[in-house]
């Protein structure tokens, strides 16, 4: 191989098992260098990665979508400077996402107009930007349902 290395042809492969390709993984790579076209495997690469940052991409507007959480609640509109400070680091901490892999629960408590929402809602888009799966829920819908209940 010319130009192409090892590590950009086990890329290739990587991208191709990832779209569920097994057989065009398997064949791809062997095929080109056999016709004497590796330097093609190039573009075939620079093509596979435009598509996963496309899919990417598409998921995270589809999960978005999904999760129901409120448009202009994220870090960028997020006032920290309101926040305390061991706050605004513990924030930054769960929009990492570690503690999905514990299966932690987060709650947030407070009075009513402190930003426990909006803080939820940034944490929640952190965590779609990063591919996770999020719903957002009020607790209001909740009081709604349970005063229709009759006693």
Known sequence: MSKVTTEKVDRIVELLHTFKLPTLAAELPVRFEKDAQSDALLLVLELLEMEAGDRRQRRVERLLRASKLPPGKSFETLLDKRLPRP??????????????????????????????????????????????????????????????IPA
């Open 87 to 148: 706050l605004s680091q513990k924030l930054t901490e769960l929009s990492s996402g570690e503690f999905l892999d514990r299966a932690t629960n987060i709650l947030a408590f407070g009075l009513p107009g402190t930003g426990k929402s909006h803080s939820a809602c940034a944490v929640g888009h952190a965590l779609i930007a990063k591919g996770h799966s999020v719903l957002f829920t009020p607790t209001c819908v909740f009081r709604r349902i349970r005063s229709l």
